[in-house]
């Protein structure tokens, strides 16, 4: 047992310590979001990169309103010198919530492009539930090792054609400051890399390996997610490296649904404060600004992710646009939603932009995502944190 005081220590959007209790209560908030249906049967669904931000919210909407079971993937860090990281600290809760309502429902902590890890997925799956319904793909990864040929991919965080300079968002002693950043030009190796790691060529493997072992049930459907965004965000994101990788996730699905007995999708979610997106230059101060707009009316990834589950199960019909992609950010991409976000972009200064934009709102979300800011949570108490990995 080892208890003690964890404070919020870090640079920028990183923090060195995640707080247990923080990342439990936030779980416990989550389930409390979702209002349960009875379905005839319940699903068997796996999820690759099921301890943060879209894949948790995916993973904690299929338990709690279709009583899923079946495997969560992810790639995280136990507790050592410094805590665990949140993701251990999220899915040690999820998985008490999920034997709570008794759910079958195992967690493996592996990385998810290993075919090792493959393996012993599908090995769990055969043994335990005979095939899946259900696979969701949501991983967002620096970096991807090739088991078959031993090649290590890095993706790019850069622009595509032309340099680029944006505004940004930064915060020193919790105070909101308004930056640029800029981004060179990707290379077409770095294009090509990014794709490697960001694209849909792990999420076909996975596919292919079920395939390959029967452990696909008849009406079985995937979906990876993805992302479109703003016009104001567009030259940092989708049409930059990473915007390659997503559209090349997204012909994936097309060949996906070629196959027989495969329903693919990518769902285009809406913007949200994640670990991933609060890492790219321009997004942070984007989301800001469009809460600021919509306030409660923006869409948290537990809303998104229930109407996910909604338009995969057939409760509601799925809302695809002329790509064939389920889109989950109608209400991001709304003209007069974007409009009133452009003109509070244009009239962002350092002067005005703690109420311009609703940055004590985002650095606050920042915080939740390592268990900090979180109502209910005594931070001046010890707590736990040597919490075991859950056990499949």
């Excluded at 805590?83 to 967690?107: I, M, P």
């Excluded at 452990?215 to 990473?242: C, H, K, M, W």
Aim: hydrophobic share 40%.
């Amino acid at each position: 047992m080892t208890e003690r005081v964890i404070k919020p220590v870090g640079r920028g959007f990183l923090f060195l310590d995640s707080h247990p209790a923080g990342c439990e209560q936030l779980v416990r908030d989550l389930t409390a979001q979702v209002e349960a249906r009875t379905p005839s049967k319940n699903p068997t669904a796996l999820v690759i990169g099921s301890s943060s931000g879209y894949g948790l919210a995916a993973t904690i909407a299929g338990l709690a309103r279709y009583g899923v079971d079946g495997v969560g993937v992810s790639f995280e860090k136990g507790p050592a010198r410094r805590t665990a990281t949140a993701g251990w600290y999220r899915t040690a809760a999820t998985a008490a919530y999920a034997d709570s309502v008794g759910r079958k429902f195992h967690f493996l902590n592996a990385d998810a492009f290993a075919d090792t890890t493959k393996d012993e997925v599908l090995d769990l799956v055969a043994k335990e539930f005979g095939a899946v319904d259900y696979l969701i793909y949501s991983v967002a990864a620096p970096r991807r090792v090739d088991p078959r040929t031993g090649t290590t991919y890095q993706s790019a965080l850069k622009t595509i054609g032309a340099p680029y300079t944006t505004k940004s968002i930064a915060f020193e002693d919790g105070e909101p400051l308004l930056t640029e950043a800029s981004l060179d030009v990707a290379t077409d190796e770095e294009i090509a890399e990014t794709v490697q790691v960001m694209g849909g060529e792990d999420w076909t493997r996975w596919v292919d390996a079920l395939a390959e072992r029967k452990l696909l049930n008849d009406g079985f459907s995937t979906v990876a997610l993805t992302y479109i965004g703003s016009e104001l965000t567009g030259p940092i994101y989708r049409q930059g490296s990473i915007g390659a990788a997503k559209a090349h996730l997204e012909e994936t699905a097309k060949t996906l649904s070629g196959r027989d007995g495969v329903r693919a999708f990518t769902s285009v979610n809406g913007a949200a404060v994640t670990q991933a997106s609060s890492a790219i230059p321009g997004i942070g101060l984007y989301v800001s600004l469009l809460h600021k707009v919509l306030g409660e009316k923006m869409q948290t990834p537990m809303q998104q992710s229930i109407a996910l589950w909604d338009q995969l199960t057939g409760e509601t019909t799925p809302d695809l646009d002329d790509e064939g992609r389920l889109r989950l950010d109608r209400w991001e991409l709304d003209p007069a939603v974007q409009a009133a976000v452009k003109e509070q972009w244009d009239a962002v200064t350092q002067d005005n932009i703690a109420t311009v934009a609703d940055a004590a709102w985002f650095f606050a979300e920042v915080r939740r995502l390592y268990g900090f800011d979180v109502d209910g949570v005594d931070y001046d108490a010890e707590t736990e944190v040597d919490v075991e990995w859950p056990q499949a």
